[in-house]
């Protein structure tokens, strides 16, 4: 009778446990285990895999990095025209016109990377769209579209050499930051970043193609009516910009709007803009400061000084010395061995990592007197060579 009954109810409830299965193996890919406990039900991987990081690595070279496991296909890069870099990525490419397709792909050991090779390589500074199917071995998928540069593979290297924290409206002259090229190259990928200023203030340099020995004059604003004269010299033609202070010899270029550039107290730098790294710095202080006021400040000196490129100490007493700079646009801060940069590394290949410096390199300069024609020669010379005049008249 018992075992009558039990065959009675065990048959139903097997049937209704095969139901429930095939309910959920035809609604989502699952499998199960037999366990001690009964048939135990294991949901099959349903997430597509998440992209972790994408890293333009070269001229036809991406690198992309995923949460697990990976397949790409479909993969295709599309040219965003000038104007345009700022639209939202659509959702429909045209596969057909497509700057350039995969090459080839090289996955990781671990199959969660890969480097992908372009047909075509980019152009430096040019916008681009990356598109793709990343697929993980369940066969998840993810549709992806990723916003890009052209990299830049020929980075020009650029030495601080003049700045002037003072400006005086009425005479349109303005603060300055001027460079000097140690090597051919490009700039982009390369920023201009006050501590005092902070980071939201920084000035991100275009793609232009510069030249060894060339003198680059970064204007810090641009007052009202000045408009149409100071203008961007990102060309072969260095008589474009007309504005006060503009130099027909040197490259001339204007950050927008009327926020300083630099400070009398302040840590600049210039470095990658994706890498963060500093290629450069110059420590700025007003005498009798023996702590920096902002956090940024802090951050920059003490990178600076730890790479090696601000040699004394990363404290305002180890800065330059900009006494004197408030009270005139004729005085500007000067870095004094430049020539004997210039003459140790003619050939720029044997340029180091990073050029060293201190605040013995650097003083303020100040005006004086032609003893011929009694003209005023200003201390400030951008576009120029610096002037050796020093403010304590030593």
């Not at 000035?203 to 203008?231: C, N, R, W």
Request: glycine share 6%; net charge negative; aromatic share 10%.
């Amino acid at each position: 009778m018992k075992k009558k009954l039990f065959k009675e109810w065990a048959r139903p409830v097997f049937l209704a446990m095969t139901l429930v299965i095939g309910v959920l193996l035809v609604l989502s890919p699952v499998s199960c285990r037999l366990t001690e406990e009964g048939l135990e039900i294991i949901p099959a991987d349903t997430t597509a895999p998440s992209v972790e990081s994408f890293d333009v690595v070269g001229s036809k070279s991406i690198s992309i990095a995923c949460s697990e496991k990976i397949v790409l296909d479909k993969i295709s890069v599309f040219e965003l025209e000038a104007g345009n870099e700022d639209e939202e990525i659509p959702l429909v490419l045209d596969e057909e016109n497509a700057f350039a397709v995969a090459d080839s792909i090289t996955y990781s050991e671990d199959g969660k990377s890969c480097e992908i090779s372009l047909t075509v390589p980019t152009n430096v500074g040019k916008s681009y769209i990356f598109s793709g199917t990343v697929y993980d071995i369940t066969g998840n998928s993810l549709e992806f579209a990723q916003k890009f540069y052209g990299y830049n593979e020929n980075p020009a290297r650029l030495l601080f050499n003049e700045i002037r924290t003072t400006y005086k409206k009425d005479k349109e002259a303005v603060e300055f930051i001027e460079f000097y090229c140690l090597k051919s190259g490009n700039t982009y990928g390369f920023e201009v970043v006050s501590a005092a200023n902070t980071e939201s203030k920084k000035y991100v340099f275009p793609s232009i193609e510069v030249k060894q020995g060339e003198f680059i004059t970064l204007h810090g604003k641009i007052f009202e009516g000045m408009e149409d004269t100071a203008l961007d010299e990102t060309g072969d033609d260095l008589t474009l910009s007309r504005a006060n202070e503009s130099c027909d010899t040197a490259r001339d270029l204007w950050k927008s709007g009327t926020d300083k550039i630099a400070s009398n107290t302040d840590v600049v730098v210039v470095r990658d803009c994706v890498s963060k790294e500093i290629k450069d710095a110059v420590l700025l202080s007003l005498s009798g400061k023996t702590e920096w006021t902002k956090a940024l400040m802090t951050e920059f000196a003490e990178s600076a000084f730890a790479k090696g490129i601000w040699q004394d100490g990363s404290s305002p007493v180890n800065a330059v010395c900009t006494d004197g700079m408030s009270s005139s646009i004729l005085r500007s801060i000067s870095r004094q061995n430049t020539a004997e940069i210039i003459e140790k590394y003619k050939d720029s290949s044997t340029l180091p990592e990073f050029i060293k410096t201190s605040a013995n390199d650097w003083f303020v300069t100040n005006s004086y007197k032609d003893s011929e024609t009694k003209e005023t020669i200003s201390g400030a010379t951008p576009g120029y060579e610096n002037s050796n005049v020093p403010l304590n008249g030593e």
